[in-house]
């Protein structure tokens, strides 16, 4: 089983729609989760860090299941703009992978 | 604040010649750094982390190396290319403690012909 796992998609949705990503990951030890936005050709960029409450930061919302190891993305009223590759990340403190650990995208298009 | 660089942001280099890349953080002490090989249309793929200086773990067996000769300078380097090489490179810090969020350097975009 792979450590972090999304849907790689593409998710191809229309401006103003909703959309949400899903993430799980394997070691129960994650201490830390976040997301990270992916433009084509560029560096990843921290969108948000995820806390065990589930917080909030404009359109956008993220949760976490530590009894499910799952975590989620929502988007709401999507903006050209989003169109990226959404990257789950898992901190596991002392790891074998130094602490990060980065499932391989989901990849949001958004259309007119 | 803090800042990392990374350079140079393209490379073409031919099948067999040397290769090398340089990461700098600024404004830190002591972060733990990373090199990420992001294939086309693929995901972040870990080369190498360091959490000292000299202190180097590899994550997977292939012709590339690391060092880091400064607490804040982190090297990426090949003897010989292979086309498989090719790929977007990417550098990265975090604090040297607890779990936070990893800062990415711009990338270098490497393309071996």
């Known amino acids: 089983r792979k450590e972090v796992e999304q849907d790689p998609g593409p998710f191809n949705v229309p401006e103003g729609a909703t959309v949400a990503f899903n993430c799980t990951y394997s070691?129960?030890?994650?201490?830390?989760f976040f997301w990270y936005r992916q433009d084509c050709r560029k560096e990843p960029k921290l969108l948000m860090s995820?806390?065990?409450s589930g917080n909030e930061d404009g359109r956008f919302t993220a949760q976490l299941n530590r009894a499910s190891q799952y975590i989620s993305l929502l988007i709401r009223d999507s903006k050209l703009s989003d169109s990226a590759t959404y990257l789950c990340v898992v901190s596991i403190y002392g790891g074998s992978q130094g602490n990060l650990i980065f499932g391989k995208g989901t990849k949001l298009s958004v259309k007119p | 604040s803090q800042t990392i660089h990374q350079w140079p942001a393209t490379l073409v280099q031919p099948v067999g010649s040397p290769l090398s890349l340089e990461c700098t953080v600024e404004g830190t002490s002591n972060p733990n750094l990373y090199w990420y090989r992001q294939a086309a249309g693929r995901g972040l793929q870990l080369l190498f982390y360091?959490?000292?200086?000299?202190?180097i773990s590899s994550e997977v067996p292939q012709n590339l190396s690391a060092s880091r000769p400064q607490d804040r300078q982190f090297i990426l380097s090949s003897k010989k290319l292979l086309l498989s090489d090719s790929g977007f490179y990417l550098c990265?810090?975090?604090?040297?403690?607890?779990?936070?969020?990893?800062?990415f350097g711009q990338g270098t975009r490497l393309t071996v012909v």
């Open positions: 990265a810090w975090t604090p040297g403690t607890g779990n936070t969020e990893a800062f």
């Open positions: 070691n129960s030890a994650s201490q830390s």
């Open positions: 360091s959490v000292g200086i000299g202190q």
């Open positions: 995820v806390y065990s």
